[in-house]
């Protein structure tokens, strides 16, 4: 019996967890515009407060879909552009937006870590300036 | 004098023809390709004998060549950056083996890259091994014609598109074969185009990739097995016909996702076995005209927003939904369809059913709202649940339906 109970709240956790999926890059598909995220230096995701998952394939759509949704997310993560695959916070993440830059959606954006020595260079946001611009 | 006059002939031929013709291969006096085209000038006919070249980065700048392979000679780029470049006017490319472009997660390298180029032809060419195939930038009025591009996408999760073309106009893309790329073709801001014949299969992402491109017509393509066959985003006056959508299968897989089109018509397309054969978001004035719906998932699966689309004369055959419908019904019109579902009957027939068709279920409405209940699909309790709501429509849309269903199915 305390067995069962011992699974049941483990279950109620598990449930509960904001713990960030992994992006299956080739299968999943962005909870906004609906494309197959394929680009590991572009995507973007979020896990809301009580544990749905969301994933993007571009920061751009993160953006507009937290813009569209009341939804408060515990985590927001986007994508490393100078080492595809790994995610950041977006608070520890400077954006750059620059023409040069083809992200998916068309906002030629791209994150970079702030340890990134790069990211001291002109022409970048945090993620709040980012939010502000886009509510425009 | 006869004689003199043909030694005049001769001569005016090489001389005032200027256009030359410069032999390439491992063991002529030109043996690099490069070198063959630094020394061309304008007008010139470059012939490259078979045989494996190790170059990369060749350029083309402000001459109008014509450059022919015979037999497939073999452009190894080695997997350094991009093989072939070209900007200038008036060219053809012809017969080329291009293979092992470097790949890169910020450049774009490819095998064949035109930049601010008008006027050219690039036809018969295969590609094995790339990052992007063919790559036009600002470059307008061309032929890319019977090209035959494959890479391993699928295995790498990283890679270009197979076509793509940016700011581009006036574009012929014709029977070119594109497997196992990221999008098999690509347009990102392209008008008046044409994509005919094409065949793309076991493409990562997309066949073929609308964004922000207007005025196009795509017909008699082939999508196989690609992530999802053909998605048109922030496009508008795309026309869409005679092409065939088969076996997109997988929960992000659609035959066509339209998002943000307007003014578009589809007319004599198949959609056979895709888990969703169309679905539709913020879609306004699309014509569906004699298309073909064949072992579906859904057959059209209609997100918010979508006004005045109008589906005449199509057969919805042996799909698990015909439609399925989230939000409100927004003046759209369904008329003069087959339903391979439909149970009514015609008494005073006249091959149009008496009795209207509501082709949405209210358990495509449940599983809309619970993905997971699609495994409740067979039972007897949904068939009856189906029944109930079919006879007293409560959740589902009262006025959407066909009022004319067809007792036959249309022929086209």
């Given amino acids: ?136 | 004098m006869e004689r003199l006059f043909i030694i005049l002939v001769l001569f005016l031929a090489v001389f005032a023809g200027h256009a030359s013709e410069i032999e390439v291969c491992k063991t002529c006096e030109i043996s690099s390709i490069q070198k063959a085209i630094d020394f061309a000038e304008d007008g010139d006919l470059i012939r490259i004998k078979s045989g494996i070249y190790k170059e990369n980065g060749i350029q083309i700048l402000n001459k109008s060549l014509k450059i022919i392979g015979e037999n497939y000679p073999v452009i190894d780029a080695e997997m350094q950056g991009t093989a072939l470049s070209i900007s200038a006017n008036n060219f053809s490319i012809e017969g080329l083996k291009i293979i092992n472009v470097g790949k890169s997660h910020t450049e774009e390298f490819a095998g064949i890259l035109v930049s601010q180029s008008r006027n050219f032809k690039i036809l018969n060419n295969k590609l094995d091994n790339v990052f992007f195939g063919i790559l036009l930038e600002k470059s307008n009025e061309g032929v890319i014609s019977g090209n035959h591009i494959t890479s391993n996408a699928r295995s790498q999760s990283n890679s270009g598109n197979g076509i793509h073309l940016w700011n581009t106009n006036k574009v012929e893309i014709r029977n070119n074969k594109i497997v196992g790329l990221r999008d098999g073709i690509y347009l990102e801001f392209v008008n008046n185009s044409e994509i005919s014949g094409n065949f793309c299969k076991d493409n990562l992402r997309y066949g073929l990739h609308f964004m922000f491109s207007d005025e196009d017509i795509y017909t008699d393509n082939i999508f196989e097995n690609n992530g999802a066959g053909v998605a048109v985003m922030y496009s508008k006056f795309i026309e869409m016909r005679g092409n065939h959508f088969r076996k997109n299968w997988g929960s992000a897989s659609y035959g066509l996702l339209l998002k943000e089109i307007t003014d578009s018509k589809l007319e004599n397309n198949i959609f056979e076995e895709n888990t969703i054969a169309i679905s539709a978001d913020n879609t306004n004035r699309i014509e569906y005209l004699k298309n073909d719906f064949k072992n579906n998932g859904y057959a059209v699966r209609i997100r918010g927003a979508c006004y005045d689309n109008f589906f005449k004369e199509n057969n919805f055959l042996y799909n698990s939904f015909d439609i399925g419908y989230t939000g409100r019904l927004n003046n759209n019109e369904f008329t003069e369809n087959y339903w391979s579902a439909y149970t009514g009957y015609d008494l005073d027939k006249n091959g149009i059913g008496d009795v209207p068709y509501r082709p949405v279920k209210l358990f495509s409405y449940l599983v809309n709202r619970t993905p997971e209940a699609i495994i409740l699909l067979r039972s007897l309790f949904i068939d009856l649940l189906d029944f109930s709501e079919k006879v007293s429509p409560v959740f589902t849309p009262a006025n959407l339906m066909d009022s004319q269903p067809l007792m036959k199915k249309v022929s086209w």
Wanted: net charge negative; proline share 4%; aromatic share 10%.
């Fill in chain 1, 1 to 136: 019996m305390k067995n069962y109970i011992f699974l049941f709240v483990s279950l109620l956790l598990v449930a509960c967890s904001t713990e960030p999926e992994p992006i299956v890059y080739g299968s999943d598909a962005c909870d906004f515009c609906e494309m197959t995220i394929v680009d590991k230096e572009f995507a973007a995701q979020s896990v809301s407060d009580k544990g749905k998952q969301f994933k993007y394939d571009a920061i751009e759509c993160m953006l507009n879909d937290h813009l569209q949704k009341d939804t408060k997310m515990a985590v927001k993560l986007v994508a490393n552009f100078h080492d595809p695959g790994k995610m950041l916070e977006v608070d520890h993440a400077k954006f750059v937006q620059n023409d040069s830059i083809n992200s998916p959606m068309g906002g030629h954006l791209a994150a970079f870590s702030t340890k990134n020595p790069q990211a001291k260079k002109a022409g970048i946001y945090t993620w709040q300036e980012l939010q502000l611009k886009f509510k425009e």
